[in-house]
């Protein structure tokens, strides 16, 4: 009986000991909850390091490596949040990382690298598996290492998660980081399950949780019921399960009390959705707020921009080449420059042009304000010059009178600020009005159900969304958009494909010797795509038709020609005639 008592007793203090402690703030929990999580990644792939070295079966090494992939997956949104440069290591593209202010080639390493050796028809290389399988913890660890200096915020943790969610939809889905594997369906159902996890810690602060947690639960439900990854309806995962999953969450961060992340992105901190129409800000890459954009900056920058008086020989304008009609395309395989002669590369559209983080096709500008200054002064483009076009604004009437509106805390002109302007008219051109933004935002019968379908193969079996990313759906890597990528795809001197000739325009490389950067050229957005033929830096293909046909050839190397560093992965897409017709069909769908 007194062994009884005691117990009893024992139990009681237990009991009030843990009444009496105070609760664990939701930061804390979260703190403990990603360690542990950590703590376990690293533990699986210290296992499969073992089974590497014991040289298991591809079978048991791939089975293990998909258990690890679950389980990174519950750590991504605060490992790509605090650590971004270290996690770039660990599950970053398989591709070789330049640093070409350093002059330095790192070889790719994490998850994607490992995955590549794992799924192969090759005899699996066992030395650079263990190899790689080391490095990659080696690099956990730092995460680990650096995590306990980490001091938390609710802000922070609600932006990670937030974040998170649009990682999902536009790189998880598309199966942007499952190219081997193709598991990307089970993986997005560890995220919402981890996003689920994390936000109940906030039970007791988000005034509408159980509306959130009921919108996650059926988020889940969907996935669960999800066939598999070519047959999942991404349109539908995204505007009925996630855009209203991360509205629901701003409107409990906003009733919390919780401040937003102010950190002046491409992404602006409080975008509910990746589809509000002021989602992304076209002045966060100013370099100084001396150049915000006003009315009368972008009045003053569009009339210059058709002005041909700004050229050399005053019958060339900006215009020539970015005519609206044509969403700022010229029509013309290559655009006409100074004296109607034939350039090397075809014009690109303009719109959305501010939210890249660099211009031109070979990425050489840093600015807009650069860029308007590299056309003016090229010679075989406008010929021209900011000192002429200053004194033209200095000599005329109306130019005066709008220079000084546009800028009435200048005393003189300075060309810098003729450049900002001509720029400011540029970061005007973002409507996201065309019939799938009306989509993304809730108006179903913007879209048909073949551009439905189109957009599902889009992010789907075409892969076309591994590098136009959605919403943008240019080469901006999400969700964090500091970064434009630039691919080879090994693109044809011309449209037959049955005897093709690699384009010799050098792209990238022509402005160093890197040989990743041979023939690489800026991923550009395909919104306006219906308006802006012919397509590719050389307009080389008329129609999307053919683009669709050499895309779905694996490119230039799917073709048979040598293209040792295509980016593009070679395998053939083996779409059908009406799954390309679908995929067009979807494209369309992007005109403003």
Request: charge should be negative.
């Amino acid at each position: 009986m007194k062994k009884f008592l005691r117990i009893v007793l024992a139990l009681i203090c237990v009991l009030l000991l843990n009444y009496c402690q105070p609760k664990k703030s939701p930061k804390d929990q979260l703190y403990s909850q990603f360690n542990q999580d950590l703590d376990s990644l690293i533990l699986m792939n210290e296992e499969l390091l073992g089974l590497a070295k014991s040289r298991q079966k591809e079978e048991v090494l791939r089975e293990k490596f998909i258990s690890i992939r679950l389980q990174y997956k519950k750590t991504e949104a605060f490992a790509e949040y605090f650590f971004p440069t270290t996690i770039r290591l660990v599950n970053g593209a398989p591709l070789d990382e330049i640093e070409d202010e350093e002059n330095a080639v790192f070889e790719p390493g994490g998850f994607q690298v490992i995955e590549e050796l794992i799924y192969t028809e090759e005899p699996i290389d066992e030395e650079e598996l263990i190899r790689h399988i080391r490095k990659t913890q080696v690099n956990m660890k730092r995460i680990q290492t650096l995590w306990k200096d980490i001091q938390l915020t609710d802000s922070q943790i609600l932006d990670a998660l937030r974040l998170e969610m649009f990682r999902l939809i536009t790189l998880g889905i598309s199966g942007f980081d499952t190219p081997a594997s193709g598991n990307a369906i089970a993986e997005s159902r560890v995220v919402i399950g981890s996003f689920q996890h994390y936000i109940d810690a906030y039970k007791d602060i988000l005034p509408q949780y159980e509306k959130l947690t009921k919108l996650t639960n059926a988020t889940v439900s969907f996935l669960k019921n999800s066939k598999s990854f070519n047959e999942f309806n991404r349109a539908v995962f995204i505007a009925d399960y996630i855009n209203p999953l991360c509205l629901n969450l701003h409107d409990n961060q906003k009733l919390a009390g919780i401040s937003f992340i102010r950190d002046h992105r491409l992404l602006r901190g409080d975008a509910a959705t990746l589809f509000d129409k002021s989602a992304f800000d076209p002045e966060a890459l100013l370099s100084n707020t001396k150049f915000s954009s006003t009315a009368d900056r972008i009045a003053l920058g569009e009339k210059l921009f058709y002005d041909p008086r700004v050229s050399g020989n005053g019958k060339t304008s900006c215009g020539s080449c970015h005519q609206a009609q044509l969403a700022f395309t010229d029509g013309l395989k290559t655009s006409k420059g100074f004296d109607d002669e034939n350039l090397k590369r075809n014009a690109p559209t303009i719109m959305y042009a501010a939210l890249q983080q660099a211009l031109f096709y070979d990425l050489r500008s840093p600015s807009l304000e650069d860029q308007a200054a590299d056309v003016i002064h090229n010679k075989a483009e406008m010929h021209g010059s900011m000192d002429d076009i200053a004194r033209l604004i200095g000599s005329d009437s109306d130019y005066k009178k709008r220079f000084s509106k546009a800028y009435p805390e200048l005393d003189y002109i300075q060309p810098v600020y003729i450049q900002n302007s001509i720029a400011a008219f540029v970061r005007s051109l973002n409507p996201f009005n065309s019939p799938f933004d009306k989509y993304m935002r809730g108006y179903k019968k913007a879209l048909t159900d073949n551009q439905v379908n189109g957009f599902n193969l889009f992010m789907g079996k075409a892969k076309c969304g591994t590098c136009h990313f959605v919403p943008l759906f240019n080469g901006t890597v999400p969700p964090d958009y500091q970064r434009t990528e630039s691919e080879v795809l090994g693109v044809t001197a011309n449209a037959d494909l049955k005897h093709p000739l690699l384009d010799h325009d050098p792209g990238r490389g022509v402005h160093n010797q890197f040989p990743q950067w041979k023939n690489a050229f800026k991923t550009i957005t395909i919104r306006n795509i219906a308006k802006t033929a012919p397509y590719m830096h050389n307009g080389a293909f008329s129609t999307l038709e053919e683009v669709m046909e050499f895309y779905n050839e694996g490119g230039g190397a799917g073709l048979g020609l040598e293209v040792p560093n295509q980016t593009l992965a070679a395998d053939k897409l083996n779409l059908s005639p009406k799954e390309i017709a679908l995929v067009i069909e979807f494209m369309q769908a992007l005109t403003d």
